[in-house]
């Protein structure tokens, strides 16, 4: 194992540098947890509601003006619906059919549009067009036609009810749920450049030709060789991770019990993804100079543009799409949605990190292999 030795003695040689990183990132996170509200709002905000009546009858104008009453209802561009669902600007929209109310009354599977961003808001939405549709089918069973009158009836239930209100989250606990998710999204910036620093000088030392010509004429076998060096620093990648969830920790004891463990795998994802990107790096470019300035670049760009630094509220829109080109908008997302008890996207956002790094790792080949030959 003198190779996978070897990865560590060098590491030491760049201690002080990859310490500077942590440094900076744990004041900075020490100064925002402590200037963070002591406690969120109590209580959550009314969904916003994107609606299109195309039948404009006695039931459908009743469940508008119903909807009106429990939500925010916006206009938006029926051409960026999904996109307005994606950034959060509505939390549900319903486009109701001509001819809903002629399937609703003689049962004939009425369908109408129901999309919603999955989280506490988008339910809620949700809830409220079932307890209606449900409500106002209970009375048509009854009634022989569904006439003004009998909306009425079915109105007036619905205001006697106890509310549908939101399966709120306790005002401390909500504030744990975000200060958590805001330590792992400043964590984007520290593991990419201390990833891209140390895997990416340690893999540089080893391209320097007299290095390459002893390990030509060395016993050692290529393939052994190989593995001992990507396992070396495979591992100096984990430990990073590690350091890190030790950290928020201590930090955060209370927050990495109740949520450390999504986020942390999030994170873990994340960190292999950045060390396949580093091993490609190094692919490209062998001067330590060069790679350290890659680090830095991209380090700050993605964060910044990904919502890191800025809050995406302040982003451009195109901006924000413009990023999902770096794994970091993926990362970061998954961070932010879990801050709200978002959950509904976690797995397809890490499916993008592990495509990345499979992307990663191939182009890295496919260098190797031109350089070679």
Not at 74 to 98: C, G, M, Q, S
Not at 216 to 238: C, E, H, K, R
Request: contains cysteine.
């Amino acid at each position: 194992m003198t190779v996978f030795k070897n990865v560590f003695k060098l590491l030491r040689h760049h201690i002080k540098t990859l310490s500077l990183y942590s440094i900076i990132y744990i004041v900075v996170v020490i100064l925002a947890i402590q200037s963070a509200p002591s406690t969120t709002s109590g209580a959550l905000d009314v969904p916003y509601l994107y609606l299109n009546n195309q039948d404009s009858s006695v039931l459908t104008n009743h469940l508008v003006d119903y909807l009106d009453e429990k939500t925010n209802i916006v206009e938006v561009d029926e051409a960026t619906l999904d996109d307005a669902l994606f950034h959060r600007e509505i939390h549900a929209y319903i486009i109701i059919p001509k001819g809903f109310t002629d399937d609703f009354v003689s049962d004939n599977s009425p369908q109408l549009t129901l999309k919603t961003t999955g989280d506490m808001s988008g339910g809620f939405v949700e809830s409220l067009v079932i307890q209606f549709l449900n409500t106002t089918q209970s009375y048509l069973l009854v009634n022989e036609s569904l006439d003004e009158n009998m909306m009425n009836q079915v109105s007036d239930v619905l205001d006697q009810e106890v509310s549908v209100t939101f399966q709120e989250l306790q005002e401390d606990e909500a504030f744990l749920m975000n200060k958590t998710a805001h330590y792992f999204v400043l964590l984007n910036y520290p593991l990419i450049t201390q990833i891209i620093l140390a895997v990416g000088l340690i893999l540089s030392s080893y391209k320097n030709l007299h290095i390459q010509r002893r390990q030509q004429i060395s016993p050692m076998p290529s393939t052994t060789y190989t593995f001992q060096l990507l396992s070396g620093n495979l591992m100096v990648s984990l430990v990073t991770w590690a350091l890190y969830m030790i950290v928020c920790f201590i930090l955060e004891p209370q927050g990495m019990l109740s949520y450390g463990l999504p986020h942390g795998f999030n994170a873990f994802v994340f960190t292999l993804t950045m060390s396949a990107f580093a091993y490609m790096v190094t692919t490209m470019f062998y001067h330590k100079d060069t790679i350290s300035m890659i680090a830095t670049v991209f380090g700050l760009g993605s964060s910044f543009i990904t919502g890191v630094f800025v809050p995406r509220e302040l982003i451009a829109s195109g901006v924000i799409k413009l990023s999902k080109v770096f794994p970091s908008y993926w990362y970061v997302d998954n961070a932010l949605r879990m801050g709200n008890n978002d959950f509904g996207s976690y797995w397809s956002h890490l499916g993008v990190l592990v495509l990345f790094m499979i992307c990663f790792v191939l182009i890295s080949l496919f260098v190797e292999h031109k350089r070679s030959s």
